[in-house]
Each structure stands twice: as structure tokens, then as C-alpha cells.
């Protein structure tokens, strides 16, 4: 059984569509072998993520939540990130890295290298962001 948090998520997805008429929550954390900890975390961060909703039913006197898998498309956001502007941080070549940070002599917040390489950086996303607006017209 998959114990990696990503990989139990997806398995619970899986499972709770091949259920078309949902699934009691109950019932779910037994088919993954989980406990309800484990099984009711997991839920709860399936609903906020708006992968899943929860219809509270009661069964056999008690109240428990049938699962649904949301009509919602899940969007996927794709960040354009260029290896080179990464390469460019100019901390990866500074002589003063090892005595670089917060309180001392050397301060990324205050660092002259760091605002303009940022500075840049927001310059040449918003060019990138106007590309890609020009694109989708």
C-alpha cells in the first residue's frame, strides 16, 4: 500500500471515483488499509484541495459522510521557470556566501547583487506574462 502522501491521495482518488454513487468515508480508510486518523487527515486535505466533497449521511444510526469526487476540473498551473535565471542567483558566486545571513555584516536583505538581480527578474516575467497573454488571443 502506498504510504507516501501523494501517492495515498492519488489512491484515494482513484478509489473514490470508481465509486460513482460515492463512498462512506469509513469504508474508504478500510480499503486502504488505513486508520481513521490517518484516513480522516487525509480526507479532510482531499476536501480543502476541492478534490473531493463530503455529504453527511447516517448509516446504522451513526452520522458519517459519503465522498464524492468534485464535477470541478482541477487546475493545474504551469510555472515557467528558465534553468539560466536560477543559474544567475548571484549568491551562487558570491566570495562572502558563508558569511552571508540575517544580522550579519552580509544580509540578503540588504544586498545590492540580490535587488538587482530580482529587479530583473520581475522585469523579465512580466515580459514573459505579456507573451504568453499575446499567445492565447
Request: a positive charge; aromatic letters at 4%.
Amino acid at each position: 500500500m502506498p504510504r507516501n502522501s501523494d501517492e495515498v491521495e492519488k489512491a484515494a482518488m482513484e478509489t473514490i471515483k470508481e465509486h460513482k454513487e460515492g463512498v462512506l468515508q469509513s469504508e474508504l480508510w478500510k480499503m486502504m488499509g488505513l486508520d481513521s486518523r490517518e484516513g480522516s487527515r487525509l480526507v479532510l486535505r482531499l476536501a480543502k484541495k476541492g478534490l473531493i466533497k463530503r455529504e453527511q449521511v447516517i448509516v446504522n444510526g451513526r452520522r458519517t459522510y459519503r465522498l464524492f469526487v468534485t464535477e470541478k476540473p482541477i487546475e493545474s498551473k504551469l510555472l515557467n521557470i528558465s534553468l539560466s535565471s536560477i543559474l544567475d542567483i548571484p549568491c551562487t558566486t558570491c566570495p562572502h556566501i558563508d558569511e552571508c545571513g540575517l544580522g550579519g555584516y552580509y544580509e540578503p536583505s540588504t544586498c545590492p547583487l540580490i535587488e538587482l538581480w530580482l529587479k530583473k527578474e520581475v522585469k523579465l516575467a512580466s515580459i514573459r506574462k505579456k507573451q504568453l497573454m499575446q499567445q492565447a488571443e
